[in-house]
C-alpha cells in the first residue's frame, strides 16, 4: 500500500503548479484523499479534501479558490492544482488516505505520501 506524490518544484509568486498522488492500489478508490502541507518549524496543516466519489470536496480558508483537488479513479490518482501560488505556500506537501471520509484531521489519515516540495518565491 502505497502513496507516491509528484510534482512539486520551484515557481515565482502567481505562477501555478499541479502535484499528483498515485496510488499503488485499486481499494483506494473507495478512500477519501487529501493533501496537507507543513512548512519548515510548522506543524502539518489540512490543505484540501475530496471524498471517494469526487462528487464532494473541501478546502482550508488559506487555499480556498486557488486550489482544486480532484481524482481519477480510473488512473488510481489525485491531483492538486495549485494557481496564484504565494510565499506561504511554500512547503512539503503530502497525500494521504482515509478509509472512514474526508477530514481535516490528519489523525483520521490511515495512509501517507513520502511528500514532494513546493517552493514560491517572491
Known amino acids: 500500500v502505497q502513496l507516491q506524490a509528484s510534482g512539486g518544484g520551484l515557481v515565482q509568486a502567481g505562477e501555478s503548479l499541479r502535484l499528483s498522488c498515485a496510488r499503488s492500489e485499486r481499494t483506494f478508490s473507495r478512500y477519501a484523499m487529501s493533501w496537507f502541507r507543513q512548512a519548515p518549524g510548522k506543524e502539518r496543516e489540512f490543505v484540501a479534501t475530496i471524498n471517494w466519489s469526487g462528487g464532494r470536496s473541501g478546502y482550508a480558508d488559506s487555499v480556498k479558490g486557488r486550489f482544486t483537488i480532484s481524482r481519477d479513479n480510473a488512473k488510481n490518482t489525485v491531483y492538486l492544482q495549485m494557481n496564484s501560488l504565494k510565499p506561504e505556500d511554500t512547503a512539503v506537501y503530502y497525500c494521504?488516505?482515509?478509509?472512514?471520509?474526508?477530514?481535516?484531521?490528519?489523525?483520521?489519515?490511515?495512509?501517507w505520501g513520502q511528500g514532494t516540495q513546493v517552493t514560491v518565491s517572491s
Open positions: 494521504a488516505a482515509a478509509k472512514y471520509g474526508s477530514s481535516s484531521s490528519a489523525l483520521d489519515y490511515d495512509y
